[in-house]
């Protein structure tokens, strides 16, 4: 699952095919890719802290992130297993897939924005995912203050690429 929208319950009660199959507490959603911690991001963990164990990928920024904001406490870590993901590092995901998280020009969640947020900075707390499966490869930029030529390249190499441009 690429982030974590805050309609995520709905979404999965009205897919079939992402309903529990062994027992009323479970998915078959094998794991999270957090994009960042922006609450379109992230808000849809909430209906997870049901002790239900997936492992969530994020930058160690979008972690800290959550990790300051006590809503997300609920999220029992020995169950939501929080696994760091450096950047440009290829690291694997459920059915064979591998990934790599990259950054992209932006900005923080506005509820962590200062007096003078850096719009279009290059950090953890802002990135895309590249999906990996053979030599197919999906780019996702769900958000991005500009595409600069190392984000140009990357999605000229992608077959399929989901992208928002977010202009501030």
């Not at 802290?49 to 990790?67: C, H, I, M, N, S």
Request: charged fraction near 20%; aromatic fraction near 6%; include cysteine.
């Amino acid at each position: 699952l690429l982030n974590a929208a805050p309609d995520l319950r709905a979404q999965l009660l009205a897919t079939p095919s992402l309903q529990p199959r062994a027992d009323l507490r479970s998915s078959p959603i094998g794991a999270v890719i957090l994009t960042g911690a922006a609450v379109d991001q992230v808000a849809g963990l909430l209906p997870f802290r049901e002790r239900q164990a997936f492992p969530v990928l994020a930058t160690d920024d979008t972690f800290a992130a959550l990790e300051a904001n006590p809503i997300f406490g609920v999220l029992a870590a020995d169950v939501v297993r929080r696994r760091p993901v450096a950047l440009g590092v290829r690291f694997p995901l459920p059915g064979g897939l591998e990934a790599e998280l990259f950054a992209v020009p932006g900005k923080v969640a506005l509820y962590l924005e200062g007096e003078a947020p850096a719009l279009a900075a290059e950090t953890g707390a802002n990135v895309g995912v590249e999906i990996v499966c053979g030599a197919r490869r999906l780019a996702y930029v769900p958000g991005a203050a500009a595409v600069p030529p190392a984000l140009r390249e990357r999605l000229a190499r992608a077959d399929v690429i989901l992208f928002d441009a977010t202009l501030f």
